[in-house]
């Protein structure tokens, strides 16, 4: 049976890293993969892959941006992995802008509810599926200071992946949170080094994680070796 995969954030180095990984394990594998920016590492991958991975440009932080990815997937996917995720800003609470807030509630949480309503029943009738969405480490314990607004979005992401799960574990559908301690990705640029470089000494590596390392909890949870559902793997 072919396996089909939807990415969604898919132009994101975790994104592109797993398309890459995959791809090679299974060489009969279709990949609808979501991007909103074009990058030339995913342009590559079409090259590679043609008519192996579809592009479906998209802005879901927008109110119609994840209908334009459900409009593009023709297959029932058996794999969804949920990658988008704004900039982290470091901010008090009295910054927090509700306007920004609601964009990034959309960005993550509205856009993966809107896909799992209309492809989850769809994998139901399947009898299977796998889903991941990629959250945050600051999900478990108490959270960094200054990071109220991107808490609030992650917690609740990982609100919608448990509810979801719930009400889909029993037709074979397993749906589970990964949350990463800081990944080394090209995000940590836009981030005072300082924080990048204290987070790796108190990491229990000694280190950030790298990519390959969240690409390998993602395979897992998305393979039938994974027996979970609604849960929260943290690595760090």
């Known amino acids: 049976m072919k396996k089909i995969y939807l990415i969604t954030g898919a132009s994101s180095d975790i994104g592109m890293e797993f398309i890459q990984r995959a791809s090679q394990k299974d060489t009969g594998a279709l990949f609808y993969a979501h991007y909103r920016t074009m990058n030339a590492r995913l342009q590559s991958l079409k090259t590679d892959l043609g008519d192996r991975m579809e592009l479906i440009q998209a802005d879901l932080s927008a109110p119609d941006g994840a209908l334009r990815v459900i409009d593009a997937v023709r297959e029932v996917p058996a794999y ?104 080394e990705t090209k995000f940590l640029e836009a981030l005072d080094q300082r924080v990048v470089e204290m987070t790796a000494q108190q990491a229990s590596r000694g280190r950030n994680l790298t990519i390959q390392e969240v690409v390998a909890a993602i395979e897992f949870l998305l393979s039938d070796e994974n027996s979970m559902c609604g849960e929260n793997l943290v690595i760090g």
């Open 80 to 183: 969804i992995l949920h990658l988008p995720a704004g900039r982290i800003e470091y901010m008090r609470f009295r910054q927090i802008e509700v306007g920004e807030m609601q964009r990034e509630m959309q960005l993550q949480v509205y856009s993966l509810l809107e896909i799992y309503k209309v492809l989850l029943p769809k994998m139901a009738r399947a009898g299977y599926g796998r889903s991941v969405a990629v959250v945050s480490s600051c999900t478990s314990g108490m959270p960094p200071k200054f990071l109220g607004m991107y808490t609030t979005v992650k917690y609740a992401l990982f609100g919608l992946v448990k509810s979801a799960a719930a009400e889909y574990a029993k037709n074979g559908i397993l749906i589970n949170a990964l949350s990463p301690n800081m990944v």
